[in-house]
């Protein structure tokens, strides 16, 4: 073979390498284009989704308001702002009135008392007479208020606050991926029972749920079964959980009455009043957090003050926010020596400064005067 010939070769072999490699690079690209438009087209489904309900809801609030249908219809077809444009939210109007309660005079609403949230209902708690009420029996999503659930059953099947739970990965799964909002264990880490329920309660952590869940039950699955059971126990009628955290799912339904009665017992439980009234808390020290975490209220983070100028002092509560499900708030205050729970559902908003959940409860807590 002269040189020639054997440098023809050599090219003709660099070249069908050349060419291989570039099919496979090309085969490659295309196999990771398609993954990554599948990816895509599924995030943007599940987005759409999830903006249709939520436009859903926020045209039920404009139509129930005090603009008119074919102004609110108007508003819908020009569409939804996104989060990020500090729109007005929509307002719903209320015209129910309030009722003696212990010979308290309460006083009316009048037409033009306007609230945010699509539902609510006040209630005195020992007695459990309704106050005030709007659409209390409506169909909508619990958000993170499921956690409220999870927080009862858990302390009624593992009253032992103070053993040592070891975080697993299985405690953890699939909570990143779904963007759910965790406190910060991590998988080894041994936390006390009590500091998992502040977890839980405070910061609204999903990771504290599933540990919770796992370790009462042996599954988040069997967990969901005897919340479900307690909600019949409760006589929530018109509830039901498909998770422990609270997480968007279309098939999770609940009322403000309904959160309204599992609220009224949650408090009958010492540890969680005392939970859901701290403002921070400290876990004790753990083997991966030697100084412990800090853990700070949801509730009160969205409060400039607790005592409102008619003598009510707002005590503590869980909040909860989804796209779908607005902002939710089930809280308590007291006036006097009695106490009031408030549980409002879908406040619709566009922008995160504002807590119209917080608003509602304030607004409508100030209202109460006693005699």
Known sequence: MDKKEKQRNQYTFLQRFLTGLLTICAALLLAIGIYGFSVWFTEYAEEERIRQEAEENIRYALEHSGIGRDEAQALIREGVPDEEEDAPPPIVSVDESFVECYGSVLPEIRETTLINST???LLERESGQILFEKDANRSTYPASLTKIMTAVLGMELHPDMDSVITITDAMLAGLMEANASQVGFAPGEEVTYLDLLHGLLLPSGADAANAIAVTCAGSVEKFVERMNEKAVELSMDETHFTNVHGLHDVTMRTTAADMAKLFQYALTFDTFREIVAKPFHTTAATNLHPDGITFYSTMFSMLEATELPNGAVIMGGKTGT???????LASYCTLGEREFILVTLGAFGY???????AEDAVKLYGLIKLE
């Open 322 to 328: 989804t796209t779908p499900a607005g902002q939710c």
């Open 119 to 121: 539902c609510a209902i």
């Open 351 to 357: 922008t995160t400064e504002q807590h119209f959940n």
